[in-house]
């Protein structure tokens, strides 16, 4: 049946490839892939629906193991794996930055994670035969509090992590359609509702399998074609570290260029500017708002064009209401004016393990330390994070057997392995693709596909003449993390059905995982909440009724947030990583392999580990420093550590409250 699937899907591509030839307009093959996939996903949704609750939660407990770790692999390839991930490693190198940290440490990170989940965590609670992970929370202590506290985290995580899905749900069907990015995810969501609305867990597991295979196929093919054109090889992990010396030859010379040295100066003059506004405030705001009031009044009495009247226009509505928000978003723009001043436009050497120079200056020395100590905080949070999210480990409840959870795991790691070795070797073959044949290109030989993406999200795509030279420089360009390999096949001038298949693998990683995630979401509000406070005559089929209209409810509330772009994708989900890790896993680990846990320990170290984590994100969330006295936050980063790795102080303090709030109460002999 699988064979016959992966036929069906490369029979469907080359009939696309064909229609291309003979003529079929582009703007139809965007709308035919989005149609055409989320329909596949929705039929096996419809087919295998269910108001069983054995199968809504668990599929029957009768997945094999080669397709539990193939589903695995899909909900675990979300959209921040498929889209972010090489753009990460385009953007941060191999050793990340020293305000963000990254790079290899996602692909560190995270496969190492399935490590910790298949040694300490998933048999365990498999031998169990458990329905959701809050489950075992009130199983192995008793009592009502650990199942509220964890079915609350699980609610706070997954939330998290799945507004990042239909974030990239929107982003990908907007650029299919040519919708707006709104009208983008509430398509998307159409498709993710099909799914987990009708059928739970085993509708998500069979469609799961189905999106791994396009998925797979929409990563292996635009990189093994990239690395055959420019390597002779379409084994592109075994033949991109050619490419990296390469890089960093081109890198040396864009230090030596004059002109990128003058888009340099530019950058700093506009931050000198931006700095004088801020410092003129509110008259500089005020003077600002009048010269275009001024500037759109002269267009319309001298019959100017229509172009310029509507971008001065639009400037004009979007300029800041008071001068607080004028401080907000010119302070911004001058950290990036700044950041791209510095060589490179702030990027990186691709190669280079760490930034700063462990025998250079003491700023240097400083520099490598923090950007050391922050790679391997995230990739701490990321493996630990890995071993509990919720979503993830409900997966290994739907084996067979124990032997069948630990063969999942392994099936699992060799799923995401074959995309995770990929990864690293598309982004220095689209940085070598960007630096040997789009640096230098004139500015009115741009490519289409990059207006069509700036006109998506400016965010993502951006090009600017800065030094006003008429060609592009390497500096001038910006690039976003969530649009490196969405572009891929643009960027290497492949056939646009490639970019088709690539947004269909997209989104088919971002329902996937937003499918798990809802499902998490939904179980933990009705299953270990609701139900659980109001114990009565209720049948198994209506509790699973109701399931399914809180998923609905919660689908459209995260649709809500993701609208709001508030985020990249990447931050977003590296967060739900830090308060999995601190809120479940020194509990569940030392519940499982310690007898002595009491149940007064496992509340302490899940409050606890959970709360410091969360204080340290929000101390420095932009929003919450706007409201609460600076005195009640924490006060600048603890030992350099960036937020996002939060989780780094979160876990020692759940272990440490756990252990010693147990030897405090247990029982004496």
């Not at 983008?184 to 998500?204: H, N, T, Y």
């Amino acid at each position: 049946m699988l064979a016959l699937y992966v036929l069906g899907v490369l029979a469907f591509l080359a009939a696309m490839v064909w229609a291309e030839q003979q003529g079929l307009a582009r703007h139809w093959i965007g709308p035919i892939f989005l149609f055409l996939t989320v329909m596949m996903y929705a039929g096996i949704g419809v087919y295998a629906r269910t108001s069983n609750p054995e199968d809504y939660y668990v599929a029957g407990r009768r997945i094999p193991p080669m397709y539990n770790g193939m589903a695995a692999a899909a909900d675990w390839m979300s959209a921040a794996s498929f889209i972010s991930l090489s753009g990460a490693l385009y953007l941060q190198g191999f050793g990340g930055t020293p305000g963000q940290p990254g790079g290899l440490a996602y692909l560190l990170g995270w496969t190492g994670g399935f490590c910790l989940v298949a040694m300490l965590v998933a048999p365990y609670l498999r031998a169990m035969k458990l329905y959701t992970v809050p489950d075992f929370f009130q199983v192995r202590f008793g009592g009502r509090w650990p199942r509220i506290i964890a079915a609350l985290a699980t609610v706070m995580c997954s939330f998290t992590y799945v507004v990042a899905q239909i974030y990239g749900v929107g982003l990908i069907a907007s650029r299919l359609t040519g919708v707006q990015f709104e009208i983008g995810i509430m398509l998307g969501l159409g498709g993710v509702l099909l799914c987990s609305f009708l059928g739970g867990m085993r509708a998500i597991t069979w469609t799961q399998v189905a999106q791994y295979v396009v998925i797979l196929l929409a990563f292996l093919i635009p990189v093994s074609w990239l690395a055959y054109k420019q390597l002779g090889n379409p084994v592109a992990a075994m033949a991109y570290g050619g490419q990296l010396t390469k890089i960093a030859s081109l890198e040396e010379g864009l230090l030596d260029s004059v002109a990128e040295q003058e888009v340099q100066d530019a950058y700093r003059h506009r931050a000198e500017i931006i700095q004088y506004k801020l410092n003129m405030l509110p008259q500089s705001l005020e003077q600002e708002r009048m010269a275009l009031a001024e500037h759109i009044r002269s267009l319309r009495t001298e019959g100017g064009d229509v172009g310029q009247l509507v971008t001065a226009s639009r400037e004009y509505a979007d300029l800041p209401r008071d001068a607080d928000a004028a401080r907000l978003r010119w302070q911004h723009e001058m950290a990036e004016s700044l950041e791209r001043s510095k060589p490179m436009g702030g990027l990186p050497h691709h190669s280079q393990p760490f930034a700063g120079d462990p025998d250079g200056t003491p700023a240097q020395q400083a520099e490598y330390r923090d950007a050391r100590i922050n790679f391997l905080a995230l990739m701490f949070c990321l493996m630990v994070g890995t071993a509990g999210l919720p979503h993830l480990l409900t997966r290994y409840y739907t084996a067979p057997s124990v032997s069948g959870a630990r063969t999942s795991v392994a099936w699992t790691l060799f799923f995401i392995g074959l995309l995770y070795l990929t990864a690293p070797a598309l982004a220095a073959l689209v940085k070598y693709e960007v630096l040997n044949n789009l640096v230098g290109v004139r500015f009115d030989e741009l490519p289409n596909w990059m207006g069509q993406w700036a006109r998506v999200d400016p965010a993502l795509l951006s090009v600017e003449d800065m030094n006003g030279d008429g060609r592009v420089q390497f500096g001038e360009i910006r690039l976003g993390a969530d649009l490196i390999m969405l572009a891929t096949p643009e960027i290497a001038g492949l056939p646009f059905v490639v970019s088709g298949l690539v947004a269909a693998g997209g989104l088919a990683a971002a329902l996937s995982t937003a499918d798990g995630l809802l499902l998490a979401i939904s179980n933990a509000l009705v299953r270990d909440l609701y139900f659980h406070a109001r114990p009565g005559r209720v049948t198994p089929e209506q509790r699973v009724i109701l399931s399914k209209f809180a998923l609905l409810a919660v689908a459209l509330a995260a649709a809500f947030v993701a609208g709001r772009r508030s985020s990249d994708i990447l931050p977003m989900v590296t967060a739900s990583f830090s308060l999995a890790a601190s809120a479940f896993v020194p509990v569940m680990v030392m519940g499982i392999f310690w007898r002595g846990t009491t149940r007064q320990g496992a509340l302490a170290g899940m409050l606890g580990g959970l709360a410091v984590t969360l204080y340290y994100m929000l101390s420095h969330a932009p929003l919450v420093q706007a409201w609460l006295p600076h005195v009640l936050l924490a006060d600048g980063l603890w030992f350099g550590i960036q937020p996002v790795s939060a989780a780094v102080f979160g876990v020692p303090a759940g272990v440490l409250l756990t252990w010693a709030v147990s030897l405090f109460t247990r029982p004496r002999r």
